[in-house]
């Protein structure tokens, strides 16, 4: 997580997603929960149930234990993306050599 910038998470639950910005998170639990701001409700196709992207008195909390999938979306100047581009061009080198090996 990036402390010094905000981040757009996309949460995937069976009928339902929910796009919006961080607020908070509870990391240390056995049923971890998210905390969004600024969000939208959506169903499992793409519709919009909800838009409370520009309401400054609501937040919603979610388990993600019982999410299909979050997504984390970073500003591309955070310290995270730094680290992300290593650890894609280490699997890039890594796939690299692999493919190499496989071929000989």
Known sequence: MDNNYPMKIRIDYDRFVYEGMLHNFESYS???HLVLASYIIKDEHGNILGDY?????????LDISKSNKVEIIYVSNSDVCNDLKCLCDANNILYNLNKDEQES
């Open 30 to 32: 056995n049923e971890p």
């Open 53 to 61: 992207t520009n309401d400054n008195t609501r937040i919603i909390v």
